[in-house]
């Protein structure tokens, strides 16, 4: 699945493990990675909503702000 939020494509990977479902968010721009966990029962928008902020928050990082 892709988000296209700023300009930027994002893709997110759902994995159920256990108890809990672990998400990646992928920047298809520059390849970075970043994953969240959470428990299965938590909303698909919810969990893509926060390893979007995830996501957001590292790109900032790496452009140095």
Not at 39 to 55: E, I, N, V
């Amino acid at each position: 699945m892709a988000d296209e939020s700023a300009g930027r494509e994002v893709f997110f990977e759902m994995t159920a493990v256990g108890g809990a479902v672990r998400v990646a968010a992928i920047d298809s721009a520059t390849g970075i990675e970043v994953t969240v966990m959470a428990p299965l029962t938590t909303s698909r928008a919810d969990l893509q909503r926060l390893a979007l902020r995830k996501l957001e928050r590292r790109l900032a990082q790496e452009r140095g702000g």
